[in-house]
């Protein structure tokens, strides 16, 4: 019976068994930013521990930067304390840092890949539960906690219980104007926020082999989000290409070595799995969510759930919660409904190709008079290139504010954050009450472009008929 | 060595809804901070301060409630980020344990290596647990990791925990960092046997 990629590295990268059963697991890639790691490094001094591989730990600050006003020091005091901080620990540490002057900084998630961090056949830990996009190159990557921070700092391993996996075909054809998030967006809302707890996803089927890198890292992002902690899809020619010639990626003839390595780890073609879960592509649309949970999404040209036609008690409640909390009238289409601000930027959809794609389409355009819209680059890699190709400008002249990389809107801990019970069409992963800064603002989760068309349009709309598929 | 984890007696406060994600457990805008003193006063902020500031009427709130050890909740608590601020702050806040319908993975491994043991129960049982706590917040409830069992009043039933997590938790072996150091020679063979190019 063959092994599945998950088997593969796990067995490879198990150290031993430890004495409550679990396995001690080798990480073959630490990347650690500014929320997550401070606490971390405490615990290191307070245990007088050093940092045993400090080579195989990166860092960068994401979450916490300004995309505006980047000058030093931060304006906000508490963000600027943790950027010394890891800077300080970085130094102390001998940590490699893309910090803000580097030209490399960056979401972490959109920082790896680019630089030829991630690679396949490893494990990739981070104190970040986004950690599962890399699993798009073929590595088991998932998110630790802080303590586990340490743990991996100070031995590179940590304690693990195995995960079963679970292989989601998506074959067939998507349809113009359908999008990997649509993808990532309906396989959460077919297994539910929970039905990936326990499990591995193995995405597999035409689809993925046709996905480009950055699309599969979409997918991969928020496998999080349906539950499971980590999502891969298996290494292939495309994912070799991409990593050709990246900063940190083998050169010379240790890329041929390498190669046949990364190749060994791929599923065997007569993998058993522990579940298998079919989706025809044709049954994908472009999706918006419509509550407070990543799982609540629907066409959009659906109507908002009506708590009355609920099949169980519980789904009638939590109907009920997220429609209170986001305003929404049940029953209604959810085109149409007023939006605030647009959000394009995060680690699912701020790449290079999710500017390039929605640039194609705004040009000409311009967002609505009520609607403050941002673009923000996953890293300055892409910011770089983005302007290098103009992009910049053609989101500026269509009224998005263009700015610098970081986490920005997707979560409130930098100063991008929505007011009261503002509206956000935003191309992030998370649409839990608060998420994007204010405790009663509301998020609807959609793809880049459907991101553009809400903005021009002033509401959700169908991206489809706003921009003539 | 840390102190084994075998039984937490205490009262409990039930938490009302499914999905509790770590956003509401701690919002992010508290996580500014480089270390986790101080987290406590935040858990649950927004739902125990309205917009404004003023004090909600939710039942953490509640003075019956101030002192509860033992949080009880509903399905999938703690989906979401994998900020260890979440169980930091619910430890800080003064829970030693949680009693839910189910957990999510990270938050409950992030919650075992700090010695908060979470169970997971039926969910008759946890409405029933729940129901009899809204009615009277003096009730002593207890869990036995041991046993695997949660009693109060003339209750008791059976919850489950892997057991992995039972044999940290009552072994005081749930902080693994010194069984990881020591194993200082298999950890560099193994990576040496990944031959890492980069
Ligand atoms: S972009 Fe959003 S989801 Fe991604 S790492 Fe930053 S805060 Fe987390």
């Not at chain 1, 019970?421 to 800064?437: L, T, Y």
Request: glycine share 10%; charged share 20%; net charge negative.
């Amino acid at each position: 019976m063959g092994k599945s990629l998950y088997q593969k590295v796990w067995e490879a990268h198990s150290v031993k068994t430890l004495s409550d059963g679990r396995t001690q697991l080798l990480i073959g890639t630490h990347l650690i930013h500014e929320v997550t790691s401070p606490q971390a490094f405490g615990m290191m001094r307070e245990l007088n521990l050093k940092v045993r591989f400090p080579e195989r730990t990166f860092a960068t600050v994401d979450h916490i930067v300004p995309t505006e006003n980047q000058q030093q020091p931060l304006a906000d005091p508490l963000a600027d304390q943790m950027l010394n901080e890891l800077r300080k620990n970085a130094d102390e540490f001998g940590i490699t840092y893309f910090d803000l002057a580097s030209g490399k900084q960056g979401v972490v998630h959109v920082v790896g890949p680019e630089q030829g961090i991630t690679q396949p056949g490893t494990t990739i830990a981070c104190g970040d539960s986004h950690t599962a996009t890399h699993g798009a190159f073929g590595a088991i990557a998932f998110g630790i906690g802080t303590t586990q921070v340490r743990d991996v700092l100070a031995t590179q391993t940590i304690a693990m219980g195995g995960l079963k996996v679970r292989r989601i075909n998506v074959t067939g054809k998507l349809s113009p104007g359908v999008y990997s998030k649509d993808v990532a967006l309906h396989i959460v809302k077919v297994l539910g926020a929970k039905g990936g707890i326990g499990f591995a996803y193995e995405y597999g089927g035409n689809i993925f082999d046709e996905f480009t890198m950055e699309e599969r890292m979409t997918v991969c992002n928020m496998s999080i989000e349906g539950g499971a902690r980590c999502g891969y899809v298996n290494p292939d020619q495309k994912t070799f290409d991409y990593l050709k010639g990246r900063n940190y990626s083998p050169k010379g003839a240790d890329w041929d070595v390498a190669l046949e390595r990364w190749k060994s780890f791929a599923s065997d073609a007569d993998t058993v799995y522990d579940d298998v879960v079919n989706i025809d592509a044709a049954d994908i649309e472009p999706t918006v969510t419509w509550g407070i949970s990543p799982d609540q999404g629907i066409a959009v040209s659906d109507s908002i759930p009506d708590p009355e036609q609920a099949s169980n008690p519980e789904d009638k409640a939590s109907i009920i919660e997220a429609l209170e909390y986001m305003k929404l009238p049940a029953g209604q289409p959810i085109k149409g409904t007023k939006i605030d601000v647009a959000f394009i930027g995060s680690c699912t959809n701020g790449r290079i190709s999710d500017f390039r794609e929605v640039a194609k389409y705004i040009q000409g355009k311009k967002v609505a008079a009520n609607v403050k819209a941002i673009a923000v680059p996953g890293s300055q890699v892409v910011d770089i290139m983005a302007k290098q190709e103009g992009l910049d400008k053609i989101f500026t002249e269509a009224g998005f504010e263009w700015r610098a990389a970081g986490c920005s809107m997707c979560l409130a801990m930098n100063p991008d954050k929505l007011v009261g019970d503002q509206i956000c069409a935003s191309s992030s992963n998370r649409n839990f009450k608060g998420r994007q800064g204010s405790p009663i603002g509301r998020t609807v989760l959609m793809s880049p472009v459907m991101v553009a068309a809400a903005a021009i349009e002033g509401g959700i709309a169908d991206a489809r008929e706003t921009f003539n598929f | 060595m840390i102190e084994p984890i075998k039984q937490i007696v205490g009262t409990g406060v039930p938490i009302p809804g499914a999905d509790i994600d770590t956003d509401r457990i701690i919002p992010a805008r508290f996580m500014k901070c480089v270390t986790f003193d101080g987290l406590g006063e935040y858990a649950f902020y927004d739902v125990r301060y309205d917009n404004d500031g003023n004090i909600t009427k939710h039942i953490l709130n509640d003075a019956a409630y101030a002192n509860a050890d033992i949080l009880v909740a509903g399905i999938n608590f703690g989906c979401g980020s994998s900020r260890e601020h979440a169980p930091q702050a619910l430890v800080k806040y003064g829970f030693k344990a949680i009693i839910a319908e189910s957990f999510a993975e990270i938050f409950f491994g992030n919650s075992t290596t700090l010695g908060l043991p979470c169970v997971i129960g039926t969910k008759d049982d946890v409405d029933a647990l729940k129901a009899a706590l809204q009615a009277d917040a003096t009730i002593e409830v207890k869990i036995d990791i041991e046993t695997l069992t949660v009693s109060y009043a003339d209750v008791s039933f059976a919850v489950t925990m892997p057991a992995s997590a039972v044999e940290a938790l009552t072994s005081g072996n749930y902080d693994p960092i010194n069984e990881l150091l020591a194993a200082e020679q298999e950890v560099a063979a193994t990576l040496k046997a990944q031959a890492y190019l980069a």
